[in-house]
């Protein structure tokens, strides 16, 4: 399927404006508006139910917007297309439920990841190639799962899934990765090694990251977008944002 | 190419199927026709159409467990791909009686002439000659299978709610073909079969190779099978079934991979039918009756969802216990002891006797690193 193309609008590699969406009444996104540059790497923060994963299912296609435009790559309107197009224009995701192929091996979901064509003729006449091999290979090394390749997803901790997912994030090799709450249920050493793991990964490909982790935001040293209400709420250093009188009332509660 | 893909990944469980069907089909047709009646080892022509019987709904059974046990499709209309191809073939077979007839008519089945019809409706046209009506065993089901599917799964129906459909489909093609007025003989189906490709159908030279045929087909729609599961795409299907949006997120169609297995299944269920129609000698329309889907669905859970070898043996062990049962006493019970199979099996058995066969067999393995003796294959 050909993306819809309407000509270029913005130089933005991701682009939101005016989106809200609600849910039977209930309003998760109001009038919300973004902008993510090429090569990027943008922290998402806000207390619970603010919108952050409901933000990362309409860029997703996993939900559509009442209304608003969503522009990636300045010129394709991501509201027109299905989960699987826009997974195929360059937009990977981790969940904030890991969320991994429980029976599958662990090479095997890096394989599933890996970018190549996913027609059907393809994926039934696949043979893996050296190149693509070794480029599996790199990425268990890189998630550091390389001795356990052969074990079942389903048998990792909940850590282990979060550098499994990330991995197939690598695989995919996304012009923009959206990565929710890759900290959850680390420890603090892992959560450490999480941050270095995307401030590489951040150097050449474009990053959402949603964290209610601070110290991993301040790891980050990045812009930061504090969502309230499904609205942006502050953006900017992260500093400045916590000196934020209005973020320092969202977060302690008024 | 496609001895690759037939043969990739080969293990010991496929290896021992392959050995026991393609050894079915040399070893029970020669010793029907060779060994004297008297013989200890001879297998009398009833029990090897009855066991010809078996090994079409094995595989059924494996084209239902390619959809359910892989791709987490539960189908409830299996049944009805089957029956279509058992209908292709019943035609043509029907238009091999010629003259043969009751009322001698050369062109029209004696049903026709009864109904006073003047000659053959169009979607008859053509089913006298072999290979088009073998072309129609895999077409009528495939179709049927892609217009269903490509509906179904586009339109994301999913779960029990495409279990009922799926239900609803043979439902209605029962009804549909009870109707006298449908051609294709109302209630009495299709019977009094005379040839095929010009051998008498009874004759028992041509039990045994319809025998042979069938163990045949049953390989092949096994290798088939298992080349689709064991490749790239067969990763793509249990990735499916067990995160179905998650697949959606790497970018995999999902409706495209569930509508080529849904299709692949179809045709070899058409072509199980197909082949037990000449064994059994007719096909009427309780061959689409909802039961039948849901004990195909039984089959496959005893013997282990999932396996396909499982699927196989489980479509033979229930059908030859059914055999045993309906043939005695315990008859009126039948329908008792399926259910009671099934619950068993559900409760203590999750994974069929192949899986939970084969989970024994890794942990007694686990400990001693020197391989033990091979196991027994239960068939
Ligand atoms: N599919 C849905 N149906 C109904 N309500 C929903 C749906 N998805 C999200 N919501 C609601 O929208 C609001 C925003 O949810 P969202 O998951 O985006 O928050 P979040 O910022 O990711 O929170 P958290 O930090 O807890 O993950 C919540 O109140 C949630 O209950
Ligand atoms: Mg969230």
Request: charged share 15%; hydrophobic share 50%; with cysteine.
């Amino acid at each position: 399927m050909n993306a819809p193309v309407t000509g270029q609008l913005t130089s933005s590699l991701l682009y939101l404006d005016g989106v809200s969406v609600s849910f039977d009444g209930f309003k998760a996104i109001r009038n919300l508006s973004l902008t993510i540059e090429p090569g990027e790497m943008r922290a998402i923060i806000g207390p619970n139910g603010a919108g952050k994963t409901t933000m990362m299912d309409i860029i997703t296609g996993k939900t559509k917007p009442d209304v608003g435009t969503v522009m990636f790559g300045g010129s394709v309107d991501l509201t027109r297309l299905d989960e699987a197009a826009i997974a195929n224009l360059g937009i990977g995701r981790k969940f904030q439920k890991p969320t991994v192929f429980d029976f599958h091996t662990i090479e095997d979901n890096i394989l599933l990841a890996l970018k190549s064509k996913r027609t059907v003729g393809k994926t039934l006449f696949w043979k893996t190639e050296v190149p693509q091999q070794r480029r599996i290979d790199d990425i268990l090394g890189i998630v550091k799962l390389a001795d356990k390749r052969d074990r079942l997803a389903g048998s990792l901790s909940h850590g282990q899934k979060q550098w499994l997912e990330i991995g197939m994030l690598l695989a995919q090799d996304p012009k923009l990765l959206l990565v929710d709450e890759p900290a959850a249920g680390m420890t603090d050493g892992e959560t450490a090694q999480t941050a270095v793991l995307l401030k590489e990964i951040a150097q050449d490909h474009s990053v959402i990251v949603v964290e209610h982790d601070m110290g991993f935001i301040r790891e980050l040293g990045v812009k930061v977008t504090v969502l309230h209400e499904g609205s942006v709420l502050a953006e900017g250093p992260l500093d400045q944002v916590s000196a934020n009188e209005r973020v320092v009332e969202v977060y302690l509660g008024r | 190419m496609i001895t690759r893909f037939l043969l990739q990944n080969m293990d010991r469980r496929a290896g021992i199927f392959l050995a026991v069907v393609l050894g079915l089909a040399l070893l029970v047709p020669l010793s029907n026709l060779l060994l004297p009646v008297g013989s200890f080892l001879h297998v009398p022509t009833s029990t090897m159409s009855l066991w010809g019987k078996y090994l079409c709904y094995a595989l059924l059974a494996i084209s239902l467990d390619l959809v359910w046990g892989y791709c987490g499709i539960l189908s409830l209309g299996h049944g009805a791909f089957f029956a279509l191809g058992g209908y292709a073939m019943g035609m043509y077979l029907m238009r091999q009686i010629g003259t043969r007839g009751v009322y001698g008519n050369p062109i029209l089945p004696d049903f026709m002439v009864f109904l006073n019809w003047q000659e053959l409706p169009w979607y008859w046209w053509g089913f006298s000659s072999f290979p088009f009506a073998m072309l129609m065993v895999l077409a009528v089901p495939g179709l049927l299978a892609f217009v269903f599917g490509w509906f179904a799964f586009r339109s994301r129906v999913t779960g029990v709610y495409l279990s009922i459909i799926t239900q609803a489909l043979t439902y209605a093609l029962l009804l549909a073909f009870f109707r006298n007025d449908m051609g294709f003989g109302g209630n009495n189906g299709l019977t009094d079969f005379k040839d095929i490709v010009g051998f008498n159908v009874q004759a028992q030279g041509t039990r045994a190779a319809l025998f042979a045929m069938t163990c045949v087909m049953l390989a092949a729609g096994f290798l088939i099978a298992r080349g689709i599961v064991v490749s790239k795409l067969g990763k793509v299907v249990i990735a499916i079934r067990d995160a179905e949006s998650r697949t959606r997120f790497l970018g995999y169609r999902v409706d495209r991979f569930k509508l080529f297995v849904f299709t692949v299944s179809a045709c070899m269920a058409g072509v199980a039918g197909a082949l037990y129609v000449p064994q059994v000698g007719i096909i009427n329309p309780s061959e689409f009756a909802p039961a039948n889907s849901i004990e195909t669905v039984i089959w496959v859970a005893v013997g282990g969802r999932g396996t396909l070898v499982g699927a196989a043996l489980g479509a033979v062990v229930v059908n030859w216990a059914k055999t045993m049962f309906t043939s005695g006493f315990m008859a009126p019970y039948w329908l008792f002891a399926l259910g009671g199979l099934f619950v068993v099996v559900t409760l203590f058995l999750p994974k069929g006797i192949v899986g939970t066969f084969e989970a024994l067999w890794e942990r007694r393995r686990k400990p001693a690193p020197t391989p033990a003796a091979e196991p027994a294959p239960a068939e």
